[in-house]
């Protein structure tokens, strides 16, 4: 699926709200042993909200960062189950809307935690994000880091997995969709003149 309009992605965005990251199951109400819903702490509509807005306060003025971090999950809605692929289906999608840089930065946020897993082996995982890690690949070898740490993109990147990382708390006013409807027009409208 690519998306043409940010009415679309407007649509897909409200989608996410229910919607859970549950790796190579259905997103429908999935429950874990202690009664909440698997896929983390928040539904993928928060995490989104929560994630754009940490990199908005970190990033204020790099509005192609904050998208990525507002359509980095929406892979989980448009391919239920696949946890692997949905970094690559979020950014195929988003490609002819909002443009490379996102697209790229989208399809990295897999990447960037698997490289943060190498060179941070410290950090705390929930148990969720271990169960996904181990799906995505694991930690990357040696020679699959120093290749990541080389792309233009690898900074940026590892700026969005953190932020990925803290944007599931329970409870957290990260503001609404609607807010992020300029912002997507914006960074839409400056790929459309680059001839996109």
Sequence with gaps: MEL????????????????????NLPHSRLRSSGGTPMGGPVDLHD??????????????????????????????????????????????????LLGERVSRLVRLHVAAERYLAT??????????????????????TPREAAAFEHDPL?????????ADDAGKVVGLDAGIMEDWRTVLELVAAQHSRLGA
């Design 4 to 23: 043409r309009s940010v009415e679309e992605l407007m649509d897909l965005l409200h989608a996410c709200r229910g919607a859970w990251d549950a790796p």
């Design 119 to 140: 060179t941070s082996p410290g950090r705390g995982l929930s148990p969720q994000s271990a169960l996904t890690l181990t799906v995505q690949g694991g930690a990357m």
């Design 154 to 162: 690898s900074e940026d990147a590892v700026t969005l997995r953190q």
């Design 47 to 96: 995490h989104a909200l929560q994630t754009a807005a940490l990199l908005r306060r970190g990033h204020p003025s790099d509005k192609e960062l904050q998208v990525a971090g507002l359509v980095h999950d929406i892979g989980h809605l448009l391919r239920p189950g696949d946890d692997a692929g949905h970094a690559d289906h979020a950014a195929d999608a988003v490609r002819p």
